[in-house]
């Protein structure tokens, strides 16, 4: 069959798709893939065709402040709401008129679609093509007993929490997410199409999919009233790698990663702690990352700091204590067998692998839904949520300490872990798509 895998350009949302595009090559399907030209190097190397963005707009993690210079003076709520807009919402038209081209040079079959992209009615209705959606965050369909997205609630235990969440909701239904929604709703009108009024636009990906591909476990999901047949978990699904297993407990976290394993032997140090703000939130180390090594650096602790390529000759400098080692990129699977506690902002990836290598989390973020993955988190038992984007020193040293003083945490996230080990995650999503196109 000819698939065509789409894309936003931005690494965490391509780069967990990469194994699908390669398991299905491999099993001799034609496959394309629709995304920006800053992943044309990348597609060569999988030796998959590319089809670039002609009309869309290509966000990436670098350069939305770049495109959008107000965005990085607003927080929170207005943060969310103004991505919902701009980065996402708005390119539906473009996306899918790209797409409609595509076709006419690819006459694909199916279309395996990351779900922020939206546009799956339009390909389901207008062309009339099965839609397997690929979520790569934390399933974001909403439901009863689910909290209100964004702002980072576990489920509500007393009647005073469900008051609490009821206000939240009408908030982001008026406040938050209304730009983006409207702006989908005008989109396919032009097409004919009507949306009703108050459907969360998040909520387009699952009704109109044919199949989704949810990673990440039920387990790390909240309780669900309503549970929809068209979600299929398939654990962690990483990035492809040249010449790697696809067991999840050996694939690498990002395929731009040197192999280089931290140079203090871990055998020295009574524990190690691994602490990332990703490769998109890392501009400003003094969010997590100073206040982790300063939390640690006097104690009997291996430090590995993973900068995702910002300030690691700074942090080198101000920190050349030999407990202290600073890379760009660490190779994640090599590191976390050896790990004790993984600190992070909560980018979903991240947490994922480090839970499909049992190791317990401590989670400091906020904005890009990394609220709610912290939240679900902390609901499973697997991590401390601190509940704030620059947490100080004291409090990242007392939630280690808390970590590493109970067992119960890393038997919980070792529990976790063999729920990934049961899973060939991508050949679970390989089969959803397979059973998709046959329906």
């Known amino acids: 069959m000819k698939v065509l895998l789409a894309s936003q350009a931005i690494a965490g949302h391509f780069n967990p798709m990469t194994g699908i595009g390669v398991r299905l090559k491999d099993e001799g399907h ?68 790209d797409i409609r081209d595509v076709h006419q040079r690819f006459p694909f079959d199916a279309v395996v679609m990351d779900s922020s992209m939206f546009v799956q009615r339009l390909v389901a209705v207008v062309l009339g093509k099965p839609v397997v959606s690929f979520v790569a965050i934390g399933n974001m369909e909403s439901d009863p007993l689910v909290p209100p997205l964004f702002f980072g609630f576990s489920p509500a235990r007393t009647p005073a929490h469900k008051i609490l969440h009821a206000g939240a909701r009408l908030v982001s239904d008026q406040l938050v997410t209304k730009p983006a929604r409207t702006s989908y709703a005008r989109q396919l009108q032009g097409y004919g199409l009507v949306t009703p ?27 669900r009233r309503n549970i929809n047949p068209k979600v299929h ?19 690498a976290a990002d395929p731009a990663a040197d192999t280089r394993q931290p140079t203090a032997a871990p055998g020295t140090y009574r524990r190690t702690v691994v602490v990332t703000q990703g490769t998109v939130d890392n501009r400003d180390p003094a969010k997590l990352m100073i206040p982790t ?23 080198r400098r101000r920190y050349p204590q030999p407990n202290v080692v600073v890379e760009d990129y660490v190779d994640f699977a090599r590191v976390f067998p050896f790990t004790d506690v993984f600190v992070t902002n909560g980018g979903f990836g991240g947490v994922l692998l480090s839970l499909s290598h049992g190791v317990p989390l401590v989670t400091a973020g906020l904005n890009e839904g990394k609220s709610d993955v912290n939240a679900r988190v ?34 919980r996230a070792q529990a976790m872990r063999g729920q990934f080990e049961a899973e060939d995650s991508v050949g679970a999503a390989v089969e959803v798509i397979k059973a998709a196109v046959a329906g």
Do not use: C
């Not at 999919?209 to 949810?214: E, L, V």
């Not at 978990?233 to 694939?251: E, I, K, Q």
């Not at 300063?294 to 430090?303: P, Q």
């Open 197 to 223: 009024k108050g459907t969360p636009i998040t909520d387009e990906t699952y009704r109109w999919s044919h199949a989704i591909i949810q990673t990440g476990t039920a387990s790390l999901d909240f309780p």
């Open 293 to 315: 090594i300063e939390a640690l650096k006097d104690t009997d602790s291996l430090i590995v700091v993973a900068t995702g390529g910002a300030n690691t000759e700074d942090l």
């Open 30 to 97: 034609d496959v394309g893939w629709y995304t920006g030209r800053t992943l044309a190097g990348r597609l060569d190397e999988l030796g998959i065709p590319h089809y670039p963005f002609d009309r869309a707009i290509e966000h990436t993690g670098d350069n939305l402040n770049e495109l959008y210079p107000q965005r990085a003076k607003l927080k929170g709520p207005m943060a969310i709401r103004f991505d919902g807009e701009r980065i996402f919402a708005s390119n539906v038209t473009n996306f899918f008129e």
């Open 233 to 251: 978990y398939v654990g962690a699904l990483l990035p492809h790698r040249p010449g790697a297993a696809t067991d999840p407990t050996t694939a």
């Open 378 to 411: 902390a609901y499973a038992g697997v991590g401390v949520n601190l509940k704030t984007e620059t947490p100080s020193a004291a409090a990242v040293r007392a939630a280690v300490e808390t970590m590493l003083g109970d067992p119960a945490w890393r038997e």
